[in-house]
Structure formats: C-alpha cells, structure tokens
Nanobody, 127 residues
C-alpha cells in the first residue's frame, strides 16, 4: 500500500522551531518530487515548499523564504521540512505530497501535479 506519513507537528511559541518529516512506505521516493502544503479552515491548500527527486532543486513560497528549509534523504525514504522563526500565520495542517518525476530536476507547487498525499500534521504557533 502506497502511503505518506507526516510527523513532527505540534504547538510552538512564536519565534520557535519545528521539524516535520514525511516518510514513504510501499514505494520509493527516488523518482518523485516532494511538496509540502498547508491548509487552514476556509482556505485553499497552498504550496509551501518543494524539492526535486534528487534534492538538487528547491522552491519556497515567498512567506516562508529564509525561515523554512526542505531536504530529503532518499536512503531513508524521507523528506523533511525545518521551520524556524515560526509565526502565528504559519498555523495550519501541513501535508506532504509526491509527484512522479516529469523531467530531471523538476519541481512543482501545483496541487494537481501531485499523485499521493499524506494525512497531514497540525502545526500551531501560539503564545
């Protein structure tokens, strides 16, 4: 069974840090670009960051540039999102997703490009 499982969410104070993990089972992530998305009630799911299958190319939405960092360890079949200097507006459910490689060093922030999704992990930034 193909599955993505996120972990690492929780409650943190503004200015704090959290590290999210996305572990795959049932398939290898070697041939997939990975994206992190987030969603709050009443809003559309938005792309936060993405990374190419070999980790060469990364991309971030403007609101998290300089604060978030995406990485991957294909040997562990896991992708990470390190979130620093968190703000209350970062509060959301965070999802990871996998998109089949369309080209070398390909990345995408389009939800429709992603084939598999995790169930999400809650991140709450509050004092």
């Amino acid at each position: 069974q193909l599955q993505l499982v996120e972990s690492g969410g929780g409650l943190v104070q503004p200015g704090g840090s959290l590290g999210l993990s996305c572990a795959a089972s049932g398939f290898t992530l070697d041939y997939y670009a990975i994206g992190w998305f987030r969603q709050t009630p009443g809003k559309e799911r938005e792309g936060v960051s993405c990374i190419s299958s070999r980790g060469v190319i990364t991309n971030y939405t403007d609101s998290v540039k300089g604060r978030f960092s995406i990485s991957r360890d294909n040997a562990k079949n896991t992708v990470y999102l390190q979130m620093n200097n968190l703000k209350p507006e970062d509060t959301a459910i965070y999802y990871c997703a996998a998109a089949i490689d369309l080209a070398p060093n390909w990345v995408t922030m389009k939800r429709s490009d992603y084939n598999y999704w995790g169930q999400g992990t809650q991140v709450t930034v509050s004092s």
